[in-house]
């Protein structure tokens, strides 16, 4: 499963009419997810959007975009990357007029039937929780093999947590 990780430096003083476009190179399947990783000191001055073109891939609203302080969040997708070159811009600019700032990305991509597959299991997961919620009115109980079976195969998957999370924000 490929995880594509990249960082980018952005220079201080880099405004959004001049940010810096950084071609992602990936592969074809589906990306699945993106684990984006704001570290201290950045305070909401970094910010960036992931584009195929002019379409807002990440945050998927046009006009958004991401930033945040000490930060980590795991985001799940389903875009498909079907044409070549398989490449995304990552577009990043920096408001610090003080300092430079790093925000990194890791990139989940999946061939399309294994994406499938992982979305199956999860789906199931969940119907399988809310069965047992209702069947008991309480959270479920002791897992059953099948969910223990399940839950080693999203284990596989990269995530990565933190306490607090990029703040999406809408451009003016």
Known sequence: MPVFTFDETIPKNTAFSDAIEKTLKL???????AIINIPAGVWFLARFQILDGLFNVLPSTEGQYYTGESSAESVDLWYPLEKEPFELTWKLWNLDDTYTHELILKLTVLPKEVAENVRAIRELTSEVQKVQRILTGKEPGP???LQINLAKIIALLPTETASSKPTIIELK
């Not at 592969?27 to 997810?33: A, H, M, N, Q, R």
Request: aromatic fraction near 0%; charged fraction near 20%; charge should be neutral.
């Open 143 to 145: 897992l059953t093999d």
């Open 27 to 33: 592969c074809p399947g589906i990306l699945t997810k």
